[in-house]
């Protein structure tokens, strides 16, 4: 097993590669996250007691109706970054010429499968980092922050959330020695 950095391991064994990126904060960055998920959920719960106060025929209770409408949708949106953040796992594997990410949260997760013969253009993002979307989808509070991608019969597949760029140079270059093994024996075949 190769350790690339205290977040990516790689271990290669024949004919299989397996690299798991782990979505892990400095403790600090965890703390301001579980105390913004805590303080969020506190103040949806004193807005629902505020709003059940009122009385039925009040028009607040319809404007704090659609406020708690939006609270939800972004209570979820930012528990599973929480969990992504303290539980999260992101999955690669090459084995028997298909190619699986899987991003996990307590060992569930949706695996998506690509046939490498299907695998075009492997590489590292072009990426502004001046730009705002890239700023947005850096950030610690969300899940994303992909730094390689590829083309699979036609459709856009981008991974590695959260490397940086000596850490994605590093799994970059052993993915796509795999990938060159993998293809000779898919071909072979």
Partial sequence: MEIVSERVS????????????????PKSKEALLVAWFIAWLASGVYVAIAR????????????????????AYFLVRVG?????????????????????????????GKANTYFVENIQKLGALN???????????DSFWTIGGERLGFEHLGRKVIF??????????RVLFVLQEALKVARKKAVAQ
């Fill in 80 to 108: 599973r970054a929480v969990l992504w953040r303290l539980k999260g796992f992101e999955l690669w594997r090459l084995k028997d010429g298909v190619f699986t990410v899987k991003d996990s949260i307590f060992g569930y």
């Fill in 10 to 25: 790689i271990d290669r064994a024949e004919g299989r590669l397996s690299v798991v990126i782990s979505a892990r904060l």
């Fill in 52 to 71: 059940a106060g009122l009385p039925d025929g009040d028009p607040k209770r319809q404007f704090w109706l659609v406020f708690l409408a939006f609270w």
């Fill in 160 to 169: 590695g959330k959260g490397l940086n760029e000596a850490e994605s140079k």
């Fill in 127 to 137: 990426i502004d980092a001046t730009s705002f979307k890239y700023q947005l989808t």
